[in-house]
């Protein structure tokens, strides 16, 4: 799974802008996720970055939360 980083805003928190699709583009994923300053600041270069923004992603799939649609 290689996720690439798109861009990252920076307002009242960092969100980390994503998008990810397999070889044979049967998965197509995009979003965002939110994370710390402290996080930024230890995962800085963008390929340590996108592997943080990948473990939240399977995180968050795997913890059987709901994903809210639109949800900035």
């Given at each position: 799974?290689?996720?690439q980083v798109?861009?990252?805003?920076?307002?009242?928190k960092?969100?980390?802008r994503f998008v990810y699709r397999d070889d044979n583009r049967d998965i197509d994923l995009s979003g965002h996720v939110t994370i710390t300053e402290d996080e930024y600041e230890?995962?800085?270069p963008l390929t340590?970055?996108?592997e943080l923004v990948?473990?939240?992603?399977?995180?968050?799939?795997e913890s059987g939360e709901p994903i809210e649609?639109?949800?900035e």
């Open positions: 799974m290689e996720v798109r861009s990252i805003n920076f307002s009242d960092i969100q980390v230890t995962n800085a340590t970055l996108a990948k473990q939240k992603v399977i995180n968050k799939l649609e639109g949800a």
